[in-house]
């Protein structure tokens, strides 16, 4: 069946190691729009660190979309919402508590902000800040301002603090919550109705599309279910073991014009 949507994680799939959007990328990206494809972003990131390259893509107005915040937010591209799976108050300071007792840091992500009371802020919720493009608000969960969805808690710290709270999260979390480690630095927890397959199902019912009309292309343990759930899954030359034996084809790595080699070869 033809290719109608193809689903993209952003790191580590379609940018480079050097965190760059490759000509070959672009190029490939602009001949399947043309050609009548729906390219939708996919990632852990919230809107404002998808934005510059929705821009360099030309991936906008109401009949773009991009998935954000791991399939927490499905969204045009001007920001328009369609669906949001977003954490309460008290999901949020029960899992606060379980930070605390660890203790490990944390922050919690809304479309406007990251906040965190830590003090000083962990150097790695600085560095998500800047590669987001979200600012650093010092302000614990009951305090975030009512208007604002809270949609993803990280549990954010050195990667030695990671490994040893990982095997501590009680399983009741465990089945409440969808907990993805994307990074050895954290530990993201998202609504329990939350991953990046959900949301791509959720988009393609909303444009009349068959699964078998998607293709996802990821690197990840969080793309896995991603590229199960499409009609195509690609897994990049530089994903995990299990992602590429999970997958349908493998295509060269981020470094090697992956992203553009699959467009070329499966979709177009």
Same mark, same amino acid.
């Given at each position: 069946?033809?290719?109608?949507?193809?689903?993209?994680?952003?790191?580590?799939?379609?940018?480079?190691?050097?965190?760059?959007?490759?000509?070959?990328?672009?190029?490939?990206?602009?001949?399947?729009?043309?050609?009548?494809?729906?390219?939708?972003?996919?990632?852990?990131?919230?809107?404002?660190?998808?934005?510059?390259?929705?821009?360099?893509?030309?991936?906008?107005?109401?009949?773009?979309?991009?998935?954000?915040?791991?399939?927490?937010?499905?969204?045009?591209?001007?920001?328009? &919402? %369609?669906?949001? =799976?977003?954490?309460?108050?008290?999901?949020? @300071?029960? #899992? *606060?508590?379980?930070?605390?007792?660890? /203790?490990?840091?944390?922050?919690?992500?809304?479309?406007?902000?990251?906040?965190?009371?830590?003090?000083?802020?962990?150097?790695?919720?600085?560095?998500?800040?800047?590669?987001?493009?979200?600012?650093?608000?010092?302000?614990?969960?009951?305090?975030?301002?009512?208007?604002?969805?809270?949609?993803?808690?990280?549990?954010?710290?050195?990667?030695?603090?990671?490994?040893?709270?990982?095997?501590?999260?009680?399983?009741?979390?465990?089945?409440?919550?969808?907990?993805?480690?994307?990074?050895?630095?954290?530990?993201? &927890? %998202?609504?329990? =109705?939350?991953?990046?397959?959900?949301?791509? @199902?959720? #988009? *393609?019912?909303?444009?009349?599309?068959? /699964?078998?009309?998607?293709?996802?292309?990821?690197?990840?343990?969080?793309?896995?279910?991603?590229?199960?759930?499409?009609?195509?899954?690609?897994?990049?030359?530089?994903?995990?073991?299990?992602?590429?034996?999970?997958?349908?084809?493998?295509?060269?790595?981020?470094?090697?014009?992956?992203?553009?080699?699959?467009?070329?070869?499966?979709?177009?």
């Amino acid at each position: 069946m033809t290719v109608k949507l193809i689903a993209i994680d952003i790191d580590g799939t379609l940018l480079t190691p050097n965190n760059k959007l490759a000509l070959s990328t672009i190029d490939a990206i602009k001949a399947a729009v043309a050609s009548g494809i729906k390219i939708v972003l996919c990632s852990g990131r919230p809107l404002a660190g998808v934005q510059p390259y929705l821009d360099m893509l030309d991936l906008t107005g109401d009949d773009q979309y991009v998935i954000t915040h791991d399939g927490a937010a499905i969204q045009t591209t001007n920001g328009q &919402a %369609l669906v949001t =799976h977003s954490l309460s108050r008290n999901d949020a @300071q029960r #899992l *606060a508590g379980l930070a605390d007792q660890a /203790p490990i840091d944390y922050h919690m992500i809304t479309p406007q902000a990251i906040y965190t009371p830590n003090r000083p802020a962990s150097a790695y919720t600085i560095r998500e800040s800047r590669l987001v493009h979200l600012p650093v608000v010092y302000q614990p969960a009951t305090e975030i301002p009512a208007g604002e969805d809270i949609l993803t808690f990280v549990f954010i710290d050195e990667t030695a603090v990671v490994d040893a709270f990982e095997p501590t999260i009680p399983a009741a979390l465990r089945q409440q919550f969808y907990l993805v480690r994307t990074d050895p630095h954290f530990i993201e &927890a %998202l609504n329990q =109705h939350v991953s990046k397959a959900h949301a791509l @199902q959720e #988009l *393609a019912d909303h444009l009349h599309l068959q /699964p078998a009309e998607t293709m996802a292309i990821g690197d990840g343990a969080n793309d896995l279910p991603l590229l199960k759930a499409a009609g195509l899954g690609v897994a990049m030359g530089n994903a995990t073991a299990e992602v590429q034996a999970a997958a349908d084809e493998v295509t060269s790595s981020n470094a090697e014009d992956g992203v553009a080699n699959a467009i070329l070869t499966y979709a177009l």
